[in-house]
């Protein structure tokens, strides 16, 4: 029991005691805590709040803009023959596989990246990924060929990878399994709002095709990198390091390189008083394991638990779903309508994501507050994109399908929210930071392998299923869809076998 100015924080098990259980146990016990003592936590993480989520929301709304605007580019100025599709001179195949590489760079990179993450300062880091990627998008302006296209949609997502399972590290650094969910939804909110805006952003930039020369997509891709370097810049000041720097230092390995690294950078100011970061650092060890050093052996250990497989399997369904319709949603829209502009449609692609926030908001609350139910919140936010997307494919009028798309919209927010939220629960009190670093990453670049399948095989890289109005490949989304619904279950009954409600 520890007491800092006349609060409280009295875990049910001693910290000497916890060093000594095996480390793959579950040796974390909820504290014992009284409502004054828990409403002091509650404003130490608002305090932490006001600091991290915006930080982290401009880092997420910047690295999804590419994705999204990237999609909304197929159909700028199409009326021209000024879309990147024509002025590329695109066939349906280099499409697809243009499409298809960026995500498989982060099946190759998401693992190594957030595994560098855990030894380097970790804001260093994110800011690195971001100025990366700003740098990348810039170089976007001087494409002029197909090959050009397909090598630079790999190289983003070299530069990207590691920034989703990255945040998600980050944000288990500073809160508890139990806290974690809501945040992720918070900044999870940035690719919803960025994907709306890039719809009204590059209807704007329609109106300047032509300007100096350039296309109205080059235009969107340079100013959004050059915004991009200078946020990625601010970062280093902005987020601040590992709870308790210092400290972490001399744990994270007595390498001396890794010290000297660490100091190489800007201190930021610790965004807590020396009080309330005792209080904070008790509560988080409270409830998680912090372990900063980590072998192969460690490693071998995450990918040996059985619960990552089914994580994988839910997170592969809906971010599959996610990425078709955020890369191909203005395809969808101007098939159901071939009337609507260029620029109608880039309007109409922005609710899809207002509604997708509007799911986060309204949906992933629950998933913190009920977090033994989390896999239920999720299957029903399954449910609700499933029907949309039967909506979308066999409604009778143009303007019911663009419904669907709104209601898919809402079921998709809170998914991966939840998913990413859910991993670190597991993986954290079992196997440390490295536990949520590796697991993260695992879940996050092997899923996307269902991003990889959307943008190859389905919408573009079908074209006999245009004729169908896409119908086909609406259902192998509602399908991969189900594929996550199922897992969540296993992922349930797995834990629930292994005693982890128990513990």
Not at 134 to 160: D, E, K
Not at 426 to 442: C, E, K, Y
Request: proline share 5%; with cysteine.
């Amino acid at each position: 029991m520890a007491e800092n100015n006349n609060i409280i924080i009295s875990p049910t098990v001693s910290k000497n005691h916890l060093d000594s259980l095996d480390s793959n146990s579950l040796d974390h016990q909820e504290p014992v805590l009284t409502d004054y003592e828990s409403k002091k936590l509650d404003r130490i993480y608002f305090r932490l709040d006001c600091r991290i989520i915006p930080a982290l929301w401009c880092l997420y709304f910047l690295s999804s803009f590419g994705s999204s605007a990237y999609g909304n580019t197929l159909t700028m100025n199409y009326k021209d023959g000024h879309s990147l599709e024509q002025s590329l001179g695109l066939n349906p195949h280099q499409l697809s596989v243009a499409s298809a590489l960026y995500y498989v760079s982060f099946i190759i990179f998401d693992l190594p990246m957030n595994l560098a993450m855990t030894r380097l300062p970790p804001q260093i880091w994110l800011a690195r990924i971001i100025i990366s990627v700003g740098l990348v998008y810039c170089c976007y302006t001087a494409l002029s060929t197909p090959g050009g296209l397909i090598a630079i949609r790999f190289i983003s997502g070299l530069c990207g990878a590691g920034v989703w399972p990255g945040m998600a590290f980050y944000i288990s650094l500073w809160y508890p399994s139990h806290r974690s969910a809501k945040r992720i939804g918070y900044y999870f909110t940035a690719a919803q709002i960025s994907a709306a805006v890039a719809g009204l952003v590059s209807a704007g930039f329609q109106k300047i095709d032509g300007n100096r020369g350039y296309y109205g997509w080059q235009w969107l891709f340079l100013t959004y990198g050059l915004i991009t370097i200078a946020v990625g810049i601010s970062l280093v000041w902005w987020l601040p390091d590992r709870p308790n720097t210092s400290e972490n230092i001399g744990q994270i390995s007595v390498n001396r390189f890794e010290a000297k690294l660490h100091n190489l950078f800007p201190k930021n100011p610790y965004p807590l008083n020396e009080v309330d970061a005792d209080i904070h650092m008790k509560d988080v060890e409270s409830h998680t394991k912090r372990k900063f050093d980590w072998n192969a052996k460690d490693l071998l250990a995450v990918m040996k638990d059985v619960r990552i497989w089914p994580l994988i399997m839910m997170y592969f369904g809906v971010v599959g779903t996610g990425f078709g319709l955020a890369v191909f949603g203005t395809t969808i829209i101007k098939t159901n309508n071939p009337s609507l502009s260029d620029i109608d449609v880039s309007l109409l692609y922005a609710p899809i994501w207002l509604f997708d926030l509007g799911g986060i908001l309204t949906l992933t609350p629950f998933a913190d507050r009920y977090k033994k139910y989390r896999g239920l919140v999720f299957s029903f936010a399954c449910c609700i994109i499933i029907c949309g997307l039967c909506v979308t494919t066999y409604a009778k009028g143009d303007w019911s399908r663009y419904g669907g798309l709104l209601i898919a919209g809402y079921g998709l927010g809170p998914t991966v929210p939840i998913c990413m939220a859910w991993s670190a629960e597991i993986f954290q009190p079992r196997h440390g930071d490295v536990g949520t670093a590796a697991a993260s990453a695992l879940v996050s670049g092997l899923g996307n392998l269902g991003s990889v399948m959307a943008t190859y095989a389905l919408y573009s890289g079908w074209p006999a299923d245009k004729e169908r109005m896409y119908r086909d490949s609406n259902m192998i989304l509602v399908l991969i869809t189900g594929i996550s619904m199922i897992a969540s279950f296993s992922c349930y009954a797995l834990r629930k076998f292994l005693g982890d409600f128990d513990k």
